[in-house]
C-alpha cells in the first residue's frame, strides 16, 4: 500500500516519526504488539526519508 502525504517539509515528516517512536515507549508496557507496529511505520517512514535526495543550492 502506498500513502502519499503533502507536508511543508522533511522536518514535518521527521516529526511525525519523532511522534511515532514516543507513543510506541509509552505504549509498550500495555500493549507491545500495537508499539511495534508504531516502530515499523516509523523506521518505514525514516527509510523512505533516507531515499530523498538532497536538494541543491
Same mark, same amino acid.
Given at each position: 500500500? =502506498? /500513502?502519499? &502525504?503533502?507536508?511543508?517539509? *522533511? !522536518? !514535518? $515528516? @521527521?516529526? &511525525? /516519526? ?5 507513543? =510506541? ?6 500493549? +507491545?504488539?500495537? =508499539? ?5 511505520? @516509523?523506521? !518505514? &517512514?525514516?527509510?523512505? $526519508? !533516507? *531515499?530523498? +535526495? *538532497? +536538494? *541543491?543550492?
Amino acid at each position: 500500500m =502506498a /500513502v502519499s &502525504i503533502r507536508l511543508q517539509s *522533511t !522536518d !514535518d $515528516l @521527521a516529526e &511525525i /516519526v519523532e511522534a511515532l517512536l514516543t507513543a =510506541a515507549e509509552a505504549k509498550e508496557e500495555h500493549a +507491545p504488539e500495537l =508499539a511495534l507496529r508504531w516502530r515499523w511505520l @516509523a523506521n !518505514d &517512514i525514516g527509510d523512505a $526519508l !533516507d *531515499t530523498i +535526495p *538532497t +536538494p *541543491t543550492q
